[in-house]
């Protein structure tokens, strides 16, 4: 088998002293935090996509980067040196998951049998170096996105062979995943919206997509896949309106066609962004609405309006993710999945462990951060002070939906009210730094 990262070694936790760029400096597997290990917290997950499949590419630019697994003019070939590639990086990162959509396996052939049949070929593969490694498969998906057929929607789209396709490509996608031992399945809506509602007809596409969850839901109860669904929200790009554009409207649809039962949220931190929300936003929504299933790891640039995927070194917000996800009492059978990809001009090889090795990193210091301030309760009790009017007397009433209108109407009527306790917002947000500064 070829070896594609040669001059690297296995990736080591060194601790912070050390200025290895090769190594860990805060992720220790083996650290315990709490009662759970650091893997076991983090549960880290490689983006097949972005870092064995893409290269570089961008609306202005070709391709930069010499990625030499994707080199070879046989599909299969091409497939086979991907996925040796694959295991190769994941096992000298350390890594124990990673993530797949199925057109990042094969390239797409003339007719679905005739990809169908490479992935069954490649599977194989998977799973050899699967059982070599110990490395498992997060979650698998299905690019709906990219083919041109689906440039008005795959699940919405106006028409129905192209919808069929879809979800035959789905189907695949499943016994895939399922084969695979994969413990969670995603959707996420690529192009799942519209441009202009002037040629749309949003109900039937709204209801056309309830109609392929619920298909896709059956199918998973007749093949015996048990793994969690996941949507994946995001409010555009590529479309300028997504019908999945946050938690909260992802979440009512879902109420809405009854299939809440069956899923949970992959949340990813740039599209909270592009939502207009922060990441801790979002995983507090879905917290507190036992909703909260695996993240997509990555940020993007608050300068620029788009998806730029950048892998997640922002400390301050690693702490507030993790503290969500603590308070969640982890994200299991879900994970932290590196939905990111180098810069374009960062086009070595190296540069992927560069990349990730920063990402683990910011990661682990923010597990350790929140894990910390949820030990001393700094802003548990702050909070609790705060609404602490609602814990007895006419405020415990409120809570408990034991008065009405006219009973707060006279609760007041003669009563000096003042002003509210204050938020001291920037007290908070420095004593957030100073547990970074330590």
Known sequence: MAEYFKDIKKVEYVGKESKDPLAFHYYDPERKIGNKTMEEHLRFSVAYWHTFTAEGRDMFGVESANREWNKFSDPLDKAYARCDAAFEFMSKLGVKYFCTHDRD??????????????????????????????????????????????????ATSC???????????????????????????????GREGYETLLNTNMELELNNLANFLHMA??????????????????????????????????????????????????????????????????????????ILGSVDANMGDLLLGWDTDQFPTNVFENVLAMYEILKNGGIAPGGLNFDSHVRRPSYENIDLFYAHIAGMDAFALGLILANKILEDKVLEDFVEKRY??????????????????????????????????????????NLLNLYIYE
């Open 217 to 290: 839901v059956d199918y998973a109860k007749e093949i015996g896949f048990d793994g969690q669904f996941l949507i994946e929200p995001k409010p555009k790009e590529p479309t300028k309106h997504q019908y999945d554009f946050d938690v909260a409207n992802s979440y009512a649809f879902l109420q809405k066609y009854d299939l809440d039962k069956y899923f949970k949220f992959n949340i990813e931190a740039n599209h909270a962004t592009l939502a207009g929300h922060t990441f801790q936003h979002e995983l507090r929504y879905a917290r507190i609405n036992n």
């Open 159 to 189: 028409d129905a062979d192209i919808y069929a396709y879809a979800a035959a490509q789905v189907k695949k996608a499943l016994e895939i995943t399922k084969e695979l031992n994969g413990e969670n399945y995603v959707f996420w809506g």
């Open 388 to 429: 602490n009017s609602f814990n007895e007397g006419m405020g415990k009433k409120i809570v408990d939906g034991r008065t009405n209108f006219k009973e707060l109407e006279e609760y007041v009527l003669d009563k000096k009210v003042g002003v509210p306790k204050s938020g001291r917002q920037e007290y908070l947000e």
């Open 105 to 154: 396996l094969v390239d797409e052939q003339e007719t679905l049998r005739e990809t169908n049949k490479l992935l069954d070929k490649l599977v194989e593969r998977i799973k050899e170096r699967m059982k070599e490694t110990g490395i498992k498969l997060l979650w698998g998906t299905s690019n709906l996105f990219t083919h041109p057929r689906f440039m008005q929607g795959a």
